[in-house]
């Protein structure tokens, strides 16, 4: 089956072109002026903008957490973000203490199987070590091609682990190419904290971010930089909120560590006063780290802008507010922790970054897409629009004007952080692998044609991906 997408304007991480691409069983052939070949179909993509899919590193698609489970599984998840632009996924499989890591990675694998609409990946979730855990680490990048492995510094007596687990996670990582991601922020404070605040009858949702202070997450980013200059290992700091945590990235790439950092859209655009939203409303914006105090939405664009933070993950953690996020409604630690944001995070980026002259467009892909799959070993079959990658292809309308509003995502959710909020930008059609999964604004895709991603080792690349030390 052959496809050509005539007349759009080509955007990688580097380039921008006006040129057709020649799509065949899946993987995109040639990419020229005036192409014309014997094909089935011709898309006309004149006026608009052809992006690489977005690669999202950070979501949680049916997660059970905070004595509950997210409203959005493999299908209605890849859906939401197949409308937004977003064609492959990395979620995170959590992992039980005392169990095989491989039980929890089957357990994954069945959540998605037949369900996902786009490709994705996992991340493993480590909580503990012990010579188990570390003889099953190299069998499962070998096997099933997991090259990423995350620590919670965060989530005392849930998902929290201990320095021994991140030190020796992060040695074992570097022995046989793997990237270490942290929740980085000081759970044992923050427990304190917590209780001394419910204690003391503060039981608002804006206590959520008054226990979770700037120096929590700053402190346990850093020490975890630290560690992983120790070990000589990479680390990925994943949802950075706040200058205090940039600095300290910024602090240990400059003494050549290798330390990237991901930052959201929900810390970009909201801040904290958001949780002081009457009638409970607050609980919609309870993330961890919270919100934060708006000046630090600058530093976020401005570590973007100068590469101190490389990535943006949209941290999809859907709850309803009826039922789910209502669970916390005498006490915010009961709140669910998260948000749905994986249909809104390339738009977004698209809208308040390039439209509003924060970052180029070519910084756009790069951090919406291009280091993403460099870093998570699935660059230059994702990521870029180059001959031999995946047609996973965004023909993106850039006037297109819209307002998000829960009435029109797609998320299983019954609110939306953006409520409101208008915005420039649109993916008009997406395709995933040559196959149209939206059409026109249309979902014509099949729950269970996405492939999982079986992904390279950390720094296995050669030449094109060796940028990734950028
Ligand atoms: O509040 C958040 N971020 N929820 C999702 C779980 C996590 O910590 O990433
Ligand atoms: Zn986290
Ligand atoms: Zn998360
Ligand atoms: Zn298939």
Redesign the pocket.
């Known amino acids: 089956m052959k496809k050509l997408i005539k007349n759009g304007t080509v955007v990688t991480a580097t380039d921008k072109y006006e040129a057709d691409v020649l799509i065949e069983n899946g993987k995109i052939t040639a990419i020229g002026k005036n192409l014309s070949e014997n094909v089935e179909e011709v898309i006309d993509a004149k006026g608009n903008y052809l992006f690489p899919g977005g690669v999202d590193p950070h979501t949680h698609l049916e997660m059970p957490f905070g004595g509950t489970v997210t409203s959005d599984d493999f299908e209605t998840g890849t859906i939401a973000a197949a409308f937004g632009g977003t064609t492959t996924i990395i979620d995170f499989c959590l992992t039980n203490k005392g169990e095989p890591l491989k039980n929890s990675i089957q357990t994954w694998h069945e959540k998605s199987k037949n369900k996902a609409v786009i490709d994705y990946g996992f991340h493993l979730m480590i909580g503990e070590v012990n010579e188990n855990v570390l003889n099953e680490i190299p069998q499962i990048i070998e096997e099933e091609g997991i090259t990423s492995f995350k620590v919670?510094m965060a989530y005392k007596n849930v998902f929290q682990a201990d320095d021994e687990t991140l030190f020796r996670t992060l040695l074992t990582a570097k022995e046989h190419g793997a990237l270490v991601m942290v929740?980085a922020e000081n759970g044992d404070v923050i427990d304190y904290l917590v209780n001394k605040a419910l204690k003391d009858g503060n039981t608002d949702p804006i206590y959520h971010a008054l226990t979770r202070p700037p120096e929590v997450e700053g402190e346990a980013t850093g020490r975890a930089a630290q560690l992983a200059g120790l070990a000589d290992s990479q680390l990925y700091v994943?949802?950075v909120s706040c200058a205090n945590a940039v600095e300290k990235i910024a602090e240990a790439r400059q003494k050549g560590y290798k330390v990237w950092g991901e930052t959201c859209p929900q810390y970009l655009v909201l801040d904290q006063s958001y949780l002081e939203k009457p009638n409970f409303e607050g609980a919609k914006y309870v993330w961890?780290p919270p919100l934060r105090e708006k000046w630090n939405q600058e530093v976020l664009w401005n570590a973007l802008k100068s590469g101190q933070l490389q990535t943006l993950g949209s941290?999809q953690c859907s709850f309803n507010f009826k039922g789910q996020k209502e669970l916390g409604r005498e006490d915010f630690s009961k709140i669910p922790n998260g948000g749905p944001i994986i249909e809104d995070r390339f738009s977004l980026f698209f809208s308040e970054g390039v439209k509003k002259g924060r970052i180029t467009i070519n910084q756009f892909v790069d951090i919406v897409s291009t280091r993403t799959a460099k870093l998570f070993g699935l660059f230059p079959k994702k990521g870029t629009i180059a001959v031999g990658s995946d047609a996973d292809i965004v023909i993106f309308d850039p006037n297109k004007e819209r307002v998000l509003s829960a009435e029109t995502h797609h998320m299983n959710v019954d609110y939306s952080a953006f409520e409101g909020m208008k915005i420039t930008g649109e993916p008009i059609s997406v395709l995933s692998r040559g196959e149209f999964v939206i059409r026109e604004s249309q979902f014509v895709g099949k729950p269970g044609t996405g492939h999982y991603l079986k992904r390279k080792r950390f720094g296995s690349e050669t030449k094109a991906s060796e940028e990734v030390y950028q």
Do not use: C, G, Y
Request: aromatic letters at 16%.
């Open positions: 919670f929740h994943v949802h961890s941290d």
